[in-house]
């Protein structure tokens, strides 16, 4: 494919996307979907290429979460279980377009209402949140988000943060470490379970690490410093509402 203007932008879009997720503690596997889609890249491309950028972004997230105190074993082991293994399943694993999409895309819009819906009183649901997540549903839970992530090429965080917070299983800034985790594990299982069948990365991949990289860094100092509960929760249901429309009217 030709170097265009609109592909010479690349890096400082993806770098912004995963700023702006890395702040709660997401990979921007969505976002880097969306954006691969719209400048003319195949299947082929964008799945391996979204899987290889959240686990640098991740990777980032899980650091600085943890030395911040805001992530523990215990509040992310439950979900990692079977997280990771149903990912690799869900990697090798094919659904219908035409199936999948809209069903994933209205979940997200309606765990998006219910994160906008909870933003105004996120400092009093995060008191009353549990320190830990319980282990057998969180094993459960794990399982389900770790398919569809391998499915979809996304991280599985997008998925597992606004479930945890409905439930009340941890706090806001908890549940972005744990989101962390999750989207490294599942990210690295999808993407050795497709490393043999993937034709070729593209030439830029380097550059468009190096930009997430940045963006990550950025974006998940101001989710632990800086960004409270409420705008935490405004940022996910936004997220969440941009790729819910993508799925549901892609």
């Given at each position: 494919m030709p170097?265009t203007?609109?592909?010479a932008?690349l890096?400082?879009?993806?770098?912004?996307?995963?700023?702006?997720?890395?702040?709660?503690?997401?990979?921007?596997?969505t976002?880097?979907?969306?954006?691969?889609?719209?400048?003319?890249?195949?299947?082929?491309?964008?799945?391996?290429?979204?899987?290889?950028?959240?686990?640098?972004?991740?990777?980032?997230?899980?650091?600085?979460?943890?030395?911040?105190?805001?992530?523990?074993?215990?509040?992310?082991?439950?979900?990692?279980?079977?997280?990771?293994?149903?990912?690799?399943?869900?990697?090798?694993?094919?659904l219908?377009?035409?199936?999948?999409?809209?069903?994933?895309?209205?979940?997200?819009?309606?765990?998006?209402?219910l994160?906008?819906?909870?933003?105004?009183?996120?400092?009093?649901?995060d008191?009353?949140a549990?320190?830990?997540?319980?282990?057998?549903?969180?094993?459960v839970?794990?399982?389900?988000?770790?398919?569809?992530?391998?499915?979809?090429?996304?991280?599985?965080?997008?998925?597992?943060?606004?479930?945890?917070?409905?439930?009340?299983?941890i706090?806001?800034r908890?549940?972005?470490?744990?989101?962390?985790?999750?989207?490294l594990?599942?990210?690295?299982a999808?993407?050795?379970?497709?490393?043999?069948?993937?034709p070729?990365?593209?030439?830029?991949?380097?550059?468009w690490?190096l930009a997430?990289?940045?963006?990550?860094?950025?974006g998940?100092?101001?989710?632990?410093?800086?960004?409270?509960?409420?705008?935490?929760?405004?940022?996910?249901?936004?997220l969440?509402?941009?790729?819910?429309?993508?799925?549901?009217?892609a």
């Open positions: 170097l203007l609109e592909h932008l890096p400082i879009v993806f770098a912004i996307v995963a700023a702006l997720y890395a702040s709660v503690g997401q990979a921007g596997g976002g880097y979907i969306a954006i691969m889609g719209l400048a003319g890249f195949g299947p082929e491309v964008i799945k391996p290429t979204a899987l290889a950028l959240n686990v640098i972004v991740a990777a980032i997230g899980c650091v600085r979460f943890a030395r911040a105190g805001l992530l523990t074993w215990r509040s992310f082991y439950p979900f990692a279980i079977l997280g990771a293994p149903f990912s690799v399943l869900g990697g090798i694993s094919d219908p377009h035409g199936l999948y999409q809209p069903v994933v895309g209205i979940l997200l819009l309606v765990a998006s209402a994160m906008i819906r909870s933003a105004g009183r996120a400092e009093e649901i008191r009353a549990a320190v830990t997540p319980p282990f057998w549903p969180s094993l839970a794990g399982a389900i988000v770790g398919y569809v992530s391998g499915l979809t090429g996304v991280g599985g965080g997008i998925f597992l943060s606004p479930l945890v917070l409905a439930l009340g299983w706090g806001t908890q549940a972005a470490g744990v989101s962390a985790v999750f989207n594990l599942n990210s690295a999808a993407l050795a379970a497709i490393w043999t069948v993937i070729a990365m593209p030439e830029p991949l380097p550059w690490m997430v990289g940045i963006g990550g860094l950025l998940s100092g101001l989710g632990i410093q800086f960004l409270q509960p409420k705008a935490l929760r405004y940022i996910l249901a936004g969440l509402l941009a790729a819910g429309v993508r799925m549901v009217f």
